[in-house]
């Protein structure tokens, strides 16, 4: 997601998904330092389809936050939430340049299905991603 440059930003963002949490289209979840309770990021669930029982999941954790192993605690609570909302497929875009995003997927049973070249835009510059999954309900 793009830096917000002005409050106004950040509110907007705030009332667009604020709207979209209560018709159910997106789930979203802060992540909480254990000890000092501070608001550390927040994980969550986009492009619900109900009806064909899958999402995306998104993450982002403040930087100084990252590798030591709270996104991955939070993937592992995100995904036996989805089993709850009856989510069978849990989709991921990941950037082609994020590596650690990419090993944490992977070391979470997440399977890279292929690459999207300039799929996504960020601060004017096309990047390719990355398209993970993630089955809830693995084969027997």
């Known amino acids: 997601m793009e830096p917000h440059l002005t409050l106004e930003e950040t509110e907007q963002m705030l009332t667009h998904m604020l709207a979209q949490i209560e018709t159910g289209a997106i789930i979203r979840f802060a992540i909480e330092h254990r000890e000092s309770k501070a608001l550390i990021g ?22 100084e936050y990252r590798s030591a192993g709270y996104a991955t605690e939070a993937l ?44 996504m835009r960020q601060r004017g510059q096309s990047h390719d991603v990355y398209v993970y999954s993630y089955m809830t309900h693995q084969p027997v």
């Open 42 to 63: 927040t994980i969550g669930f986009h492009n619900r389809a109900p009806s064909h029982r899958r999402a995306e999941i998104g993450y982002e954790l403040r930087p």
């Open 76 to 119: 592992h609570a995100a995904l036996q939430f989805a089993v709850t909302c009856e989510i069978e497929r849990v989709g991921a875009i990941v950037y082609v340049e994020n590596l650690a995003s990419q090993r944490m997927l992977e070391k979470n049973g997440f399977v890279q299905e292929g690459r999207l070249h300039n799929y």
